[in-house]
């Protein structure tokens, strides 16, 4: 007896020494990055491209280092804090436009994060040793004695064959596979070191973060955090771009004028924005509906609130088609999902379009029988967007043409590209060479570097396994979400479905319409692109949460038939 309790004493002692020396090592590496990082954002910042930061700007950018060392700490301390916090102040280390090369290749800001915190998430402890008030990384949580009943039941005429499909095992299999095809297309470019560029920032490090996510196993609240603080991330962005454009400008036509320039400080360009915009909208949304169910302070939804006005009016001095009527759209989808009577459906469609008309210039079309309506309806619109920004929807004036035909032209351009190269495309960010060079047709007068429409432009830069692959993983989550959706656990998870749904809505439409531009090397900055990730890795969480209370639910009530049955036996 003596001999067994000296054993257990000893194995203690060495599983103590053994976890104290893994801290040591954690410690160790957290003021390494730490340094690192405060390295890299306190000597290789920029100025903003083609503009000058204003005061507020410049102090932001003097603060960023010592901010961006203490989250790199957190990162391999405690990486789930960390995350929260990256995707909190995304805006804010945009703004120091951080950027350095370490021989080709160039290190940003989300580079750093994306290492750090990928390194927390390899060193934080190990199966079985789960943080305080968290399970076990891979154990369900104990069944509780009694759950709400589903809102709505499976589709009972569902086949066999689509019931047993794993949309999250799917999307992993994609996931490698799309990337096995970005890198070979990568190894195959005329110019690997710019491809190279693109592929590190526009697709392997937001995936990075999106699998980051998934790899920390959020709870539902926890989930529902990182969309509270990716929506008050958008929000203050929009604070940062109108305290540094409006002041500068000082008038609505000169924003009008100069709106290219208006995000340039921390999203820069308004249509990148634009489509963080629509994406951050529904969620506000659906944030504030379900205030009382998630329990968010006082202080959460003042911020919230605050958000969502700063979002309204970031998005309208954005003046951008795409991001209007993705806004639209998605909000209009989000709605459609929340309401249940079809009565209300119709009338709430009917006032989204009204409502849109203030944006949107579609009743030009109607009002030309009333050509005193269609000059009333027009100077009212000019007065709110701008003359260019006005005519820019229809083709026929000299702004439409280069908005809309220019767009086009380049948009055929990438189809007729991934036409002739259809297996691996022709590399990333090559669209501008291959279009000046044989693809322009006569007729355009614009060099531009991208296909204008995210979809061909995967086409034509990665090859249509490629883009076939990437229509399959957002199929994937919007299936995930459409199951949480049809049948949740309870009303809080259907409303987090219908958000999620919506939003990734919106990346659809904004990407088709603008182009969901992966990067470019003197933008410093995917922050759209993160955003899409974490938020297509958000559902594949909300379905794993949801099959794992399912089946612990299923467990208890097994256990209780099966007590019960030996009871009465």
């Known amino acids: 007896m003596h001999e067994y309790e000296r054993m257990r004493g000893s194995l203690r002692l060495a599983s103590l020494t053994g976890l104290r020396g893994r801290d040591r090592d954690r410690v160790v590496v957290a003021a390494a990055a730490g340094l690192v990082v405060l390295a890299v954002t306190a000597f290789s910042q920029h100025a903003p491209y083609d503009i000058q930061a204003g005061l507020p700007a410049r102090v932001v950018a003097g603060m960023v280092p010592f901010v961006a060392a203490a989250v790199a700490v957190c990162a391999v301390l405690r990486p789930w804090p960390a995350f929260v916090a990256v995707m909190l102040l995304t805006p804010v280390f945009d703004v120091a436009q951080v950027s350095v090369n370490v021989g080709p290749i160039q290190v940003i800001s989300q580079t750093l994060f994306a290492i750090v915190l990928t390194l927390g998430v390899w060193l934080r402890a190990p199966a079985g040793q789960a943080p305080a008030g968290r399970a076990p990384a891979g154990r369900a949580p104990a069944p509780v004695a009694s759950a709400p009943a589903p809102v709505a039941p499976a589709p009972a005429t569902r086949p066999a064959w689509l019931s047993d499909l794993r949309p999250d095992r799917v999307a992993g299999a994609v996931m490698v596979a799309l990337l096995a095809f970005a890198i070979t297309s990568t190894a195959l470019s005329p110019d690997r070191v710019t491809s190279a560029t693109i592929l590190l920032h526009g697709i392997l490090e937001p995936a990075a973060m999106g699998l980051l996510l998934l790899a920390l196993r959020p709870t539902r609240r926890q989930l529902a955090a990182v969309l509270v603080v990716m929506c008050i991330s958008v929000g203050l962005g929009g604070l940062l771009a109108m305290v540094q454009t409006i002041p500068a400008m000082g008038t609505l036509s000169a924003m009008q004028t100069n ?148 767009r086009w032209y380049a948009t055929r351009a990438a189809l007729q590209m991934a036409v002739d190269h259809p297996v691996f495309g022709i590399g990333l960010d090559q669209f501008k060479t291959k279009y000046l060079g044989h693809y322009r047709p006569p007729q355009a007068q614009l060099d531009l570097d991208w296909a204008h429409s995210m979809l061909p432009e995967v086409a034509a830069e990665l090859g249509l396994p490629a883009l076939f692959l990437e229509l399959l993983l957002y199929a994937a989550a919007m299936l995930a979400l459409w199951r949480v959706y049809r049948s949740p656990p309870d009303q809080l998870a259907r409303l987090m479905a219908a958000a999620l749904l919506a939003s990734m809505v919106a990346w659809q439409l904004v990407g088709t319409a603008f182009a969901g531009d992966m990067y470019r090397p003197w933008r410093n900055m995917a ?37 019960a049955g030996a009871t009465a036996g």
Request: glycine share 8%.
């Open 259 to 406: 709106r290219l320039l208006f995000s340039r400080i921390d999203y820069f360009n308004v249509g990148l924005f634009g489509e963080m915009l629509a994406m951050a909208l529904p969620l506000l949304l659906t944030l504030l509906i379900a205030r009382r169910r998630l329990r968010l302070g006082r202080g959460v939804l003042l911020l919230l609130a605050a958000a969502l006005l700063v979002c309204i009016a970031s998005l309208f001095l954005t003046f951008s088609k795409s991001a209007y009527v993705a806004a639209f759209g998605a909000c209009l989808v989000l709605v459609l999902l929340v309401v249940h009577s079809w009565r209300r459906r119709v009338a709430i469609v009917l006032a989204t379009c009204l409502l849109s008309a203030v944006a949107i210039p579609w009743p030009a079309f109607f009002l030309q029988v009333s050509p005193p309506l269609e000059q009333a309806y027009r100077g009212a619109m000019v007065s709110l967007m701008g003359e260019s920004r006005y005519d820019s929807w229809d083709p026929s004036t000299s702004s439409g043409t280069g908005s809309l035909l220019e």
């Open 527 to 563: 922050s759209d692109y993160v955003m899409m990730m974490v938020l297509v890795a958000s559902a594949f969480a909300l379905y794993r949460l949801t099959r794992d209370r399912a089946a612990a639910l299923g467990a208890g009530a097994g256990d209780h038939e099966g007590t």
